[in-house]
């Protein structure tokens, strides 16, 4: 992989460089299965370089969800940014989720990893500002109440679980389709005839 540090860097983007490639090395290995050295052999970089940054696993795995808030959840605004049409927006956030299946099955079983291996008093509020980040994106993407993201955010995960679980019997993608459909009928975006929806423009909320 190859990260070793420049000579002269930006350390907060290197540090999200190799947050990046720690995701990918648990995702990979699980975070039982590995230690620092083999962390930093995968990475390609030396292991005093990785303790640089991080003074262990929980400490690597505990930035993990700061950097999965700040990447996910800013690619997605961004997506949508500048664009007041209610039903693109939507549309764009379906492909959107549909595109980080995956990615999102992965930060479930790392989720897992912190929750076994870390005590409640550690890692609640980790979850708890991860879930807060993510139902006020969907406040911000939908231009709906905090407490109706609370429960799209449920069944968003809900959706995630049933696909690592049953992976061969469930649809991911079909799910969010039907989380689209919740959406679409509390923003009143009902089919009109010729099965185009209504055009619903918001007021953009930075």
Not at 5 to 21: C, F, I, T
Not at 72 to 100: H, P, S
């Amino acid at each position: 992989m190859g990260l070793e540090m420049p000579k002269v860097v930006n350390h907060d983007a290197y540090r999200d460089e190799l947050l990046s490639g720690c995701f990918s090395v648990f995702a990979r290995y699980g975070y039982d299965r590995v230690t620092m050295r083999k962390i930093a052999q995968v990475l390609g970089v030396s292991t005093g370089t990785l303790y640089h940054y991080f003074p262990n696993k929980q400490a690597i795995i505990k930035a993990l969800f700061d950097w999965v808030m700040r990447t996910n959840v800013g690619d997605a605004l961004n997506r949508v940014r500048d664009n007041d049409n209610m039903d693109e927006r939507i549309e764009i956030t379906r492909q959107f989720w549909k595109e980080y299946g995956e990615y999102y099955q992965k930060v479930m079983l790392l989720a897992f990893d912190l929750w076994r291996n870390s005590s409640v008093d550690e890692n609640e509020h980790i979850f708890y500002e991860f879930a807060h980040t993510y139902k006020e994106a969907m406040v911000k993407l939908f231009d709906i109440p905090y407490e109706f993201s609370e429960k799209l955010f449920l069944i968003f995960l809900g959706s995630v679980f049933h696909s690592i679980l049953t992976p061969h019997h469930y649809s991911y993608a079909n799910t969010v389709d039907k989380i689209v459909d919740i959406i679409k009928a509390e923003k009143g975006l009902e089919k009109q005839t010729g099965g185009k929806n209504k055009r619903t423009n918001i007021k953009l909320v930075r």
